[in-house]
């Protein structure tokens, strides 16, 4: 069976101008759409430095007719200040993180003439230590996956583009040799069947099962599950998938 996925993996916009993404070194990402966008999601990843990755996925609130202008500021706000916020070497990630959050609300807000819910993941994945330093904005749980199962990591703050004081905690969690993360939009959730919605603990399921070394093949899965789950592709909402897996180290030379 083909499945309708729009597909980026190892391409992204770096700052304003569109380039081949390099190669993240010990790890990999990909992010994946399935079908015709007809909401607010949007996914982005780019190089801040020689060793930091900052990826999200963000989520506004509307059919895409009536917020594509906030989307595409909310985007350019991320490409721009996604590098500037943890190009710095001796940044404490924590309050870049924090501080990147609290632009990303204001740009929401101010595309929208006022309050647009915004639901947001955003991570920097840290390349030397193999660690993510993250925000989750309302979002749906990102999922972390290692040899202990899968672990959910919940809200630290309210949706963007709701208050204009708002603030986000963002602590770290540690990718072992081998674990993934795996952010899944509102729309992955919610696909409803019957009155039965996808969940969050299908999610987790198929996470379990799907590849320990392809972030693109992780996406695939989730969302090759929530189109067989409806029977049909979706079509109310965006349906988005975006992965990052930390590869094991080689096996040393006998």
Known sequence: ?????QRDRAAAPAATTAAEFPPISGADIAGLVQGQRVGGDFYGFLRANSCRVVFGLLDVAGSRDENQAIVEAARQTFRELGC????DPEVNEADAMMEFC???NL????????V???PAFVGCYNEALGTVCYANAGHTPGLLRDPSGVTE????GLPLGLFSASTYEAPFVVLQPGASMLLVSRGV???AYKHEEFGLHRVKEHFQRASRENAREIATVILAGVQEFLRSSPSENDVTALALVRAQPAPAAG
Request: contains cysteine.
């Open 116 to 118: 647009r819910s915004c």
């Open 189 to 191: 959730v919610e696909a």
């Open 153 to 156: 990591l919940p809200a630290t």
């Open 107 to 114: 740009t929401v807000r101010r595309a929208a003439s006022g």
């Open 102 to 104: 609290l632009e990303l």
């Open 84 to 87: 500037k916020s943890f190009a």
């Open 1 to 5: 069976m083909k499945f309708p996925f």
